[in-house]
């Protein structure tokens, strides 16, 4: 999680979203591993930690209150869970 505010952080994000198993991790790996000045930032769901998926895992009253803290770019719920 990032310590600071949104506005705090400067340059450009970029969001990769697709469904589930189209091979977005592999992507961004393979353009963090071939791109200087990339930077992966971490995912935070409140789903329970899955080996097969690299994520932070936060509860669902941990994740509210950390984005009304601004710890998150970018935020939002789907399929019952937090993003």
Do not use: N
Request: aromatic share 6%; net charge positive.
């Amino acid at each position: 999680l990032h310590r600071g505010r949104a506005e705090a952080m400067a340059g450009r994000f970029i969001a990769v979203v697709r469904p589930s198993g189209v091979g977005k991790d592999s992507v961004i790996a393979g353009l963090c591993a071939t791109c200087t000045g990339l930077h992966r930032v971490r995912r935070v769901v409140t789903r329970a930690a899955d080996p097969t998926e690299d994520h932070d895992t936060l509860d669902a009253p941990a994740f509210a209150a950390a984005a009304l803290r601004g710890v998150f770019v970018l935020h939002w719920q789907a399929h019952g869970l937090c993003y």
